[in-house]
């Protein structure tokens, strides 16, 4: 065990922290002792893994980083994999690909896999299967109480149920067995539109994913600035429409269906969709892997995506309204919508999109971010995704959105159960019942 980390590391500085102890784990009894330390002195207890989705300041409390916790065990005959604390969705893949398995992961192989299984999880297989929480299969996890469990479908129910998709409100995941697919490649990539084209783009978008088969799953990231240093030299400098393909069916099915999109003029600049094995997943969304950044993510499910849905954010996106900052529109629907085989609290299970804008702490981006959503308010279900909250959200009245009301009640009921104390509440917090600070 090693404390001499620095406490504010993690991807997404929006939250400077200054907690009374820093756990660096190496094992499951690491992440025991940490927990009966803050018992013991009684601190708050916050988990860090790649700190991409920051919540609140771990001020005073004892912080455990799960970096080294990264060990992933496959069983390719049962088609599971075991994933420790800290893993991250790249360390997955490099386990389950030779197999010609997928894991339900995330969009960017640098995502920490355990924070977005228990927020969820909507990624490129999604639509196809569901939440990746609706595929795990088996957690370790310490509780409040200092103790280890295994925690199952059969052994504790309840506690299952709030830990996929209750986020660390319940426990630190030691680690989480999942599911495994059949899936060895994808036709995918994306088709970069310049921003002229972005009207066309977005109307054309919103039609035909309509008829679009559970298999492919899209999104469109409107890019007001490419002035990376990764970015492909035909879009260094330029504000693009970027749309994301990930077909997992037939590539033939794949490439007939994206024609019509390929035939829109203006014509892409650059378009990289192709077959490709699934081990190359995380070109499609082509996020960057750079250095700590500060953003304010917030989010909002919608429920349909209309041309006048369309008209109103096109209009609250222009470049020549202000500040520029990435907003994505992400196509849920499918497997979804559809309740798992074994019940979990994953909220949004109605919404037929995700609206997710990322912006730069500047008031005046902030101020047009804020006017999007708001300006999307016709067409939202009230909803908002945990995968997808930021430093923002973390009021009740924010996380309560993100699960149906009748699971938020049963949520409170069973972390008064398991947390009376409210220890795990370095998060997006579900207070236990009883307590209405």
């Not at 200092?146 to 309840?158: K, L, N, Q, S």
């Not at 995918?188 to 919103?206: I, R």
Request: glycine share 10%; with cysteine; charged share 25%.
């Amino acid at each position: 065990m090693s404390t001499d980390m620095d406490p504010g590391l993690g991807l997404n500085r929006a939250v400077e922290s200054h907690p009374a102890h820093v756990i660096e784990a190496a094992g499951d009894q690491d992440m025991v002792a940490a927990v009966r330390l803050a018992a013991e002195e009684k601190r708050a207890v916050g988990v860090l893994a790649t700190g991409h989705g920051p919540s609140l300041a771990a001020d005073g409390a004892v912080l455990v980083n799960t970096r080294r916790m990264n060990g992933v065990r496959v069983d390719a005959e049962r088609a599971t994999a075991w994933i420790e604390a800290g893993a991250r969705w790249r360390d997955v893949l490099a386990h389950t690909t030779p197999h010609g398995l997928a894991p339900l992961n995330g969009a960017s192989p640098d995502v920490g896999v355990i924070g977005y299984l228990t927020g969820g999880g909507a990624g490129l297989l999604g639509r196809r299967f569901g939440f990746a929480a609706d595929h795990v299969r088996r957690l370790r996890l310490v509780t409040a109480d200092g103790r280890f469990r295994e925690v199952t479908a059969d052994t504790d129910p309840d506690l299952f149920w709030a830990v996929r998709g209750g986020k660390d409100n319940f426990g630190l995941v030691v680690s989480a067995e999942v599911d495994l697919f059949p899936v060895a490649r994808l036709y995918g990539g994306g088709l970069y539109f310049p921003a002229e084209a972005t009207a066309d783009v977005l109307h054309a978008y919103a039609e035909w994913v309509r008829h679009l088969p559970e298999t492919m799953a899209t999104s469109v990231l409107l890019a007001r600035d490419t002035a990376l240093p990764d970015a492909p030299e035909p879009l260094r400098g330029r504000s693009v429409t970027h749309l994301r393909i990930a077909c997992s069916g037939d590539p033939a099915d794949g490439e007939r269906l994206v024609r019509p999109i390929r035939a829109l003029r203006p014509a892409a600049l650059l378009d990289t969709v192709r077959d490709m094995p699934y081990a190359d997943s995380g070109t499609i969304h082509h996020d960057p892997v750079s250095a700590p950044y500060v953003a304010y993510d917030r989010n909002v499910l919608l429920g349909e995506l209309t041309a006048d849905t369309v008209d109103t954010l096109l209009a609250l996106t222009a470049p020549d309204t202000g500040g520029a900052f990435p907003t994505e529109l992400r196509h849920f629907g499918g497997a979804y919508a559809r309740p798992p085989e074994v019940p979990n609290c994953v909220g949004g299970r109605d919404a037929a999109f995700s609206l997710f804008p990322r912006a730069t702490p500047e008031p005046g981006i902030l101020r047009r971010r804020d006017d999007l959503l708001a300006g999307l308010r016709p067409w939202s279900t009230g909803g908002i995704s945990l995968n997808f909250a930021g430093v923002e959200d973390t009021g009740p009245d924010r996380v309560r959105a993100a699960y149906a009301p009748a699971d938020f009640d049963r949520l409170r009921t069973l972390k008064a159960r398991h947390d009376p104390d409210n220890m795990f509440r370095i998060n997006f917090n579900i207070p236990p019942k009883g307590d209405d600070r």
